[in-house]
């Protein structure tokens, strides 16, 4: 049975966790199809850079499986987004090395859903933007999130829709 501190390194490993929705980039107007009907205009953008990940083990509760585990995330985005998150992961682990998995929601400006497994060291990962969940100059922010991990560092690159302000 693995300790809590073995399911900290592979919740670490699984995480890959995401990012702060503060905003910089170049924007494109995205044009609608033909015959299609347009509510509004959306501004269509990308964002990169790095962050920090700091992720707390959360106490075991009496009679769980020690293969699930609960953390808390603290990151800190620098690059075209600057600022700071904080959010709540719950994983789990398979009985083969490297198979996980794990679910989280991260409150910045707007929230960000993560979906996460690992299939024997092979990761597979989702981060995207709640839909409503921007707010102030965010609102009808949409958008997806794809986490890079080289030489233990984290990066990232965002793309993402607003609607074109008047």
């Given at each position: 049975?693995?300790?809590?501190?073995?399911?900290?390194?592979?919740?670490?490993?699984?995480?890959?966790?995401?990012?702060?929705?503060?905003?910089?980039?170049?924007?494109?107007?995205?044009?609608?199809?033909?015959?299609?009907?347009?509510?509004?205009?959306?501004?269509?953008?990308?964002a990169?850079?790095?962050f920090e990940?700091?992720?707390?083990?959360?106490?075991?509760?009496?009679?769980?499986?020690?293969?699930?585990?609960?953390?808390?995330?603290?990151?800190?985005?620098?690059?075209d987004?600057?600022?700071?998150?904080?959010?709540?992961?719950?994983s789990?682990?398979?009985?083969?090395?490297?198979?996980?998995?794990?679910?989280?929601m991260?409150?910045?400006?707007?929230?960000?859903?993560?979906?996460?497994?690992m299939?024997?060291?092979?990761?597979?990962?989702?981060?995207?933007?709640?839909?409503?969940?921007?707010?102030?100059?965010?609102?009808?922010?949409?958008?997806?999130?794809?986490?890079?991990?080289?030489?233990?560092?984290?990066?990232?690159?965002?793309?993402?829709?607003?609607?074109?302000?008047?």
């Amino acid at each position: 049975m693995p300790t809590r501190s073995q399911l900290s390194v592979r919740s670490t490993i699984v995480v890959c966790l995401c990012l702060c929705l503060g905003l910089a980039g170049h924007a494109q107007s995205q044009p609608a199809a033909p015959g299609a009907s347009v509510r509004e205009n959306v501004v269509t953008s990308h964002a990169s850079g790095t962050f920090e990940v700091k992720l707390t083990p959360q106490a075991v509760e009496d009679g769980a499986d020690a293969g699930l585990g609960r953390m808390t995330i603290d990151k800190q985005f620098h690059g075209d987004l600057e600022g700071t998150s904080k959010g709540r992961m719950i994983s789990a682990m398979g009985s083969v090395k490297g198979s996980a998995g794990y679910v989280a929601m991260e409150r910045v400006t707007g929230i960000l859903e993560h979906s996460g497994t690992m299939n024997r060291g092979t990761a597979k990962l989702s981060v995207t933007v709640v839909p409503d969940s921007g707010t102030g100059q965010l609102e009808g922010l949409a958008g997806t999130l794809t986490i890079k991990i080289d030489a233990g560092k984290h990066s990232y690159e965002f793309e993402y829709t607003l609607p074109e302000t008047p």
